[in-house]
């Protein structure tokens, strides 16, 4: 006997009742988050069911968020006692009767939301707030620091920090920057003359997370003339978290998740790099000091309440909002687009969902023989299908690589000798693992306000990313499963490491290797997704007292676990996560259609992950399609495609 129940509640059934239901295999779809679902069925317009949806009868009704809320309930249908399937109903209208759809999937509001709505909290910093001060454990900039040291520590199972170079901001390499503004303040025209840059200013704008390995954290200070009086003393990165993508997938499925590959051990460090938020805005001194020209002032941290102006105090307690450095994708996107990438598929089980990777649905265990429970078979064969991989972004140029130097590091490529020309210029194209670069430096003389100054200044063209990976479509029949994911490629990058800079002082400024952010625009919430690896704590090539957070995406010979986002090679996703489901997508198989006598533990034991043995063959379910009456479960349509 058929039972229904919504929002708990036994709702009332008529005795014509029929819900159609469709299930889908995940596995053998390009759409990774499915699930049992109904075609629309009817209850009658009782009234109790009326009260349970609001009154649908009135037009009264159809306003106010009272019953948008009331469209989506939690349901259960149960047959004979045994509760065969679980999930939500959607109301969808009303016409004498009142018009459902199930779902079979306890109902998640953020899995359609875009990513920056989601309930993420907030990070408050504890502390005394009318003052900045990152020496002072009781004042809130303290907290602040500690909390990104706790991120570049890889401590959190939540976030992570670490450094990004943003290009072309960040080159070339060099202390100056060409003055933008027409006239001095006495009226002098200053165009084409050069500066030294404000440091605590490129921190921020040639760099995400600047960190400073002399110190062992993300602040920069003043380190010579200390007795003279200087605007500005102490200047911290603004931290944009990295969010790990197993804590992602945790806060947007909310209880739904039974299993989470991301939170394993190989997996556990693909973090979500993030550059924007709302409260970003390039620095400036007005930000630490008012019209009294205060001295010896420490630039505030980036918090989602700033000060009105540096002469005012903070409104209340600093925080950030978190969700407000996510992407605007949407969730269902964001998961499909990570799920692709590495070959794995999500399934329904009793309301919840499990992810597997799609080598263990290959690889699984026959449990169940319906060998007795099938009839009327029908044999076809399905061809096989041309298997594309990769990111749907990749550029389809080809690099000659002829003429490149082979090295095994970026750092190598960084610390290859080179001699200038009669011009000043040197120019040496670099082959490391995937990636090809153009290493360029240039002897340049600079109008500099107090005498013309030679600087040597270095380029770093990126070539190729190592990702670059393009398919053509070569047969009629194909199984896509690309990714629009961006991998962050590594390249190297500048930053200073105290807040002072001088024309006359080497050392101010060094190198290292981080990824890259390429052409972003920091004001506008992005629509992409990045993703890059946290690696720990590296040393800066053959240094062994200087470490900072290193992420990376592409090979690297100092990985210990390896973990990249390239394709090719021995560790590449291709190898370690797609190469046997190609392989079995590429062959032709049998598959069979079928009637299947299937009782209510039958169905309330499906799942679509396993095999089925049916006459001596082993086959995944393609699809099954049932309808549940009041009285009655009909037989079972299968379509079955051989393991």
Known sequence: MLEIKINHIPVELGSDIQIPIIMENPFLLEDRIPAPYSLNFELPATGKNLELFKFPNRITSYTGEEFQTSRKKPCSIRFNGLEILKGHVVFLG???????????????????????????????????????????????????KEWANQLAAGVRGDMVAGPLSIVPENQPFTKYKIINYPVDSAGYRLNGYYTLKNVFQSQDVENINQYNPDDANFLLIKKYDLSRPTILTKSHASIFPAFRIGYLFDVIFGGLLLTNPFRNIELYDLILPTYYFSKWKQREYSDVMGSDLTYNNQFPPMVSNPRPTAADPYPDVPYIQLNDFLPAVACNDFIREILNLYCMSIFPVNGKLKIKTNDQVLNSNVVKDWSNKVSKLEVLTEKAKQYIYG??????????????????????????????????????????????????????????????????????????????????????????????????????GNYFVHIDNSAYVSGDQKEWKVPALIGVDRTQRPNEIFLTYYKGMRNIKDENTRYFPSLNSNYDDSNTLISSLEWDGEHGLFNKYHKSFKTWMEKDKIQVNTIAILNPIDLKNLDLSEKVHVLGRNFFIKKVQYTIGIKNISAASLELLEA
């Open 94 to 144: 009303f016409s004498e009767k009142i018009k459902l759809q199930f779902v079979g999937l306890d109902y998640n509001e953020f899995l359609k939301a875009p990513m920056n709505t989601l309930d993420m909290g907030k990070q408050y910093f504890s502390g005394e707030y009318n003052a900045v001060d990152y020496d002072n454990p009781l004042n809130f900039a303290y907290s602040y």
């Open 391 to 492: 990111y749907k972004n990749a550029s389809e140029i080809t690099v000659n690589v002829s003429d490149a130097t082979i090295v095994n590091d970026v750092y190598d490529m960084m610390l290859a000798p080179y001699t200038l020309d009669g011009n000043g210029f040197y120019e040496e194209k670099f082959k490391i693992n995937n990636q090809v670069f153009l290493k360029r430096v240039e002897k340049v003389r600079l109008k500099y306000l107090n005498g013309d100054v030679d600087d040597i200044q270095y380029f770093y063209s990126l070539l190729d990313d190592g990702f670059n990976l393009k398919m053509d479509k070569e047969k009629s029949e194909v199984f896509e499963i690309t990714s629009s994911i961006k991998p962050l490629p590594m390249i190297p």
